[in-house]
């Protein structure tokens, strides 16, 4: 599967994106998927996942301000971020897996396919 990101961008405290993940050469509800960021000097962390059978999991610092959905017709995944905060400020990338365990899918470590990134910044 290939990953490909869009929607990043530049925001003030408070504001709104929606990153958009494409798949392409297998259809995205076949694996585990991800969302996952990396700020500058700082470890990859996960952000948001979902499972084959459509359960959601998201990272304790975005949980009530980020909700990932899912459009099956376009093979595509979205993460919409509200409410951001300086602290989002990140490269955003999205992930997949064929399989990973319940616990493990906010570990990047879990998963094999990974998009090239889209970069938010959230200014103060």
């Known amino acids: 599967v290939q990953l490909l990101e869009s929607g990043g961008g530049s925001v003030q405290t408070g504001g709104s994106l929606r990153l958009s993940c494409a798949a392409s050469?297998?259809?995205?509800?076949?694996?585990?998927m991800g969302w996952f960021r990396q700020a500058p000097g700082k470890e990859r962390e996960g952000v948001a996942s979902i499972s084959p059978s459509g359960l959601p999991m998201y990272a304790d610092s975005v949980k009530g301000r980020f909700t990932l959905t899912t459009d099956s017709a376009a093979n595509t995944l979205y993460l919409l971020m509200n409410s951001l905060k300086p602290e989002d400020t990140a490269l955003y990338y999205c992930?997949?897996?064929?399989?990973?365990?319940?616990?493990?899918?906010?570990?990047?470590?879990?998963?094999?396919?990974w998009g090239q990134g889209t970069q938010v910044t959230v200014s103060s």
């Open positions: 992930a997949a897996a064929a399989w990973t365990s319940s616990d493990s899918t906010l570990r990047p470590e879990s998963y094999k396919y």
């Open positions: 050469g297998s259809t995205y509800s076949r694996y585990y």
